[in-house]
């Protein structure tokens, strides 16, 4: 078989680190698998201070009202602390979550489980000098077998990008409306 089949075959049935080390070594590593066959990130400035933008991060119950498709959150008794689980919906799809960094008003990051694929999810906040905006990073990575196939890194950075977006657009609101 060629070089290059061989490559490609083996990033479609790509499984990646376990969960345990992908949220340890991973997570909690301030890194995503980039050798994961689906990997995205994105970025965006948002005009409110990292603040608000984090008590909306933060508030993982309130998602629904205001990340897209994101339909349900429920958290395990510890509440957003790191090793916390949570439960959520995402497009109809239930997604089983555990925490690994909370660094109020720098990270956010989980791990995740979803019809046998493995994600690291990292947003990064920012303040500018002035600390009136927040730059913002989004980037995960997803492993597992044909992952690829139906779900590729394109489709990933979009919708990246519509959290990223929403988180945006409710923060400048939420800003804009004490500012009054």
Not at 8 to 26: D, E, F, K, M
Not at 93 to 104: C, E, F, G, H
Request: aromatic letters at 8%; proline letters at 7%; one cysteine or more.
């Amino acid at each position: 078989m060629p070089v290059a089949a061989r490559s490609l075959l083996g990033r479609v049935l790509y499984t990646g680190p376990s969960l345990a080390t992908l949220h340890q070594r991973y997570a909690k590593g301030d890194r995503i698998d980039d050798r994961a066959p689906v990997v995205a990130s994105g970025r965006v400035r948002i005009e409110a201070p990292p603040a608000e933008v984090w008590r909306l991060l933060h508030d993982l119950p309130g998602w629904p009202s205001w990340v897209p498709r994101v339909s349900h959150v429920r958290q395990g008794p510890g509440g957003t602390v790191p090793d916390e689980w949570f439960r959520w919906k995402l497009g109809g799809m239930s997604i089983k979550s555990t925490l690994a960094v909370v660094d109020p008003g720098r990270e956010l990051c989980w791990t995740g489980v979803l019809a046998g694929t493995r994600a690291v999810h990292r947003f990064r906040l920012t303040a500018s000098e002035d600390g009136r905006a927040t730059d913002v990073v989004s980037e995960e990575s997803i492993g597992g077998p044909l992952i690829a196939l139906y779900f590729p890194s394109d489709k990933l950075r979009r919708v990246l990008q519509d959290w990223l977006g929403a988180l945006k657009c409710t923060a400048e609101v939420r800003t804009a409306e004490v500012s009054r």
